[in-house]
């Protein structure tokens, strides 16, 4: 994994990403007990494309296979961890990225989302693994409660918040 960071951050130093922040299963395991996930979940902002047209992958993935790093269906295998890259593709999950904050894994600074956007993007989401996971971070640590609330209110999620309070009884 620390490979994998460590090309992580090589792509930001190049400005091939403008910035970069885990998300998802292994994002959640630097707040609580792993996950079973099989791949790293890497959020990216992308530089402006020259033409202020589409953002697209292709740098990126063009640059990871000119170090020998192929895509396979959505993920490629970066050290032997296979890496899905999504773009930032809502104001949330953008948010995420900008704030996320930096962790050491063994001696590779990582960027990681902040736990309250984690918890936002997997009560957006609403996938099925999602709901289980909240409920399983929520049962082991404690937000910053005043930020949660801030960043549900900023994306139009207090009424969903609200809901899945009711229904999995967390305050």
């Not at 990403?17 to 299963?25: D, F, L, P, T």
């Not at 000119?66 to 296979?82: F, M, N, Q, S």
Request: net charge negative; no cysteine; proline share 4%.
């Amino acid at each position: 994994m620390e490979g994998t960071l460590r090309v992580l951050n090589r792509l930001l130093d190049e400005g091939v990403v403008s910035r970069y922040a885990i998300g998802g299963g292994m994002a959640a395991t630097f707040y609580a007990e792993p996950f079973l996930t099989y791949d790293l979940d890497v959020f990216v902002l992308l530089p402006e494309a020259a033409d202020g047209l589409l953002l697209s992958l292709s740098p990126l993935y063009d640059r990871l296979a000119r170090d020998g790093y192929r895509a396979e269906k959505e993920y490629v295998l970066i050290e032997g961890v296979p890496v899905q890259f999504l773009v930032a593709y809502n104001p949330l999950v953008e948010e995420a990225v900008e704030q996320a904050i930096e962790v050491r894994y063994g001696a590779t600074a990582a960027r990681v989302v902040r736990l309250e956007h984690l918890l936002a993007i997997m009560l957006q989401t609403g996938r099925a693994k999602d709901r289980e996971r909240l409920a399983a971070i929520l049962d082991q640590v404690a937000p910053d409660q005043a930020a949660l609330d801030g960043i549900v209110s900023r994306h139009g999620l207090r009424e969903r918040w609200n809901l899945w309070k009711q229904r999995y009884d967390h305050d």
